[in-house]
């Protein structure tokens, strides 16, 4: 079946450092891929996504590629905030599987001034 | 424009009882689905509807309950509570379309069960 995986955390930057967490997936369609983020005590909110190999997803200086061939989808920042501190999560939506979103475990990020 | 809305925010029940947690859009979207959310284990689907009239099981149904009798109104219902369902639940909704739309989510229940 579907699966996401993500790098574990939590994840502890300097303000201003960049930023990566990887992402894979497994897919038996062609899903669309999305990064969302969840600040504390809040619901989930959409950050980016892409729909086809090769689309790059951005927002708010975040970033990620959809990588067929490696079936990847990591996200990147160049200089972290500190108000990017938060829960991080990878997502897939195949619509083969009714369009459903499938979770990674999601990554804790903090940011130290 | 209220976006998704849920409640309660917090709820505390004993082993066995019985509750619904309520969830409404007013985006019109079709598609409105149910998460919990476990430290660790990301978020994973309970149920889902595709449209008014039509659910159907996610990944972890058992022990809850779901109808939709309007586009609006999606609320789950736990029938006998137990403490493995202790967790933070999260109400989503999106429009109809290829599966590459955005989910909106509602800012959760944090259920405990004691």
């Known amino acids: 079946g579907n699966s996401v995986t993500q790098m574990e955390g939590p994840v502890t930057l300097s303000e201003e450092a960049f930023l990566t967490i990887n992402c894979t997936y497994t897919a038996t369609g062609y899903p669309s891929l999305f990064w969302y983020v969840q600040y504390p005590g809040e619901g989930l909110q959409l950050l980016l996504k892409?729909?086809?190999?090769?689309d790059k997803g951005s927002n708010k200086g975040f970033e990620a590629t959809y990588r067929k061939e490696t079936t990847s989808f990591h996200l990147e920042k160049g200089s972290v905030q500190v108000s990017d501190s938060a829960v991080y999560f990878c997502a897939l939506s195949d619509l083969s599987q009714g369009g459903k979103l499938i979770f990674g475990q999601g990554t804790e990020l903090s940011v130290k001034p | 424009n209220a976006g998704v809305t849920q409640t309660p925010k917090f709820q505390v029940l004993k082993t066995g009882q019985s509750m619904t947690l309520q969830c409404a859009q007013d985006m019109n979207h079709e598609y409105m689905s149910w998460y919990r959310q476990d430290p660790g284990m990301g978020l994973r689907l309970i149920h889902y509807s595709v449209g008014a009239g039509i659910t159907d099981q996610g990944e972890v149904p058992n022990g809850y309950n779901v109808s939709r009798s309007t586009t609006e109104d999606f609320p789950l219902r736990l029938l006998s509570a137990a403490p493995s369902q202790t967790s933070v639940y999260f109400c989503?909704?999106?429009?109809?379309?290829?599966?590459?739309?955005?989910?909106?989510f509602g800012p959760g229940t944090r259920l405990t069960v004691t």
């Open positions: 989503a909704s999106r429009g109809a379309g290829t599966g590459g739309e955005e989910q909106y």
């Open positions: 892409a729909t086809k190999a090769d």
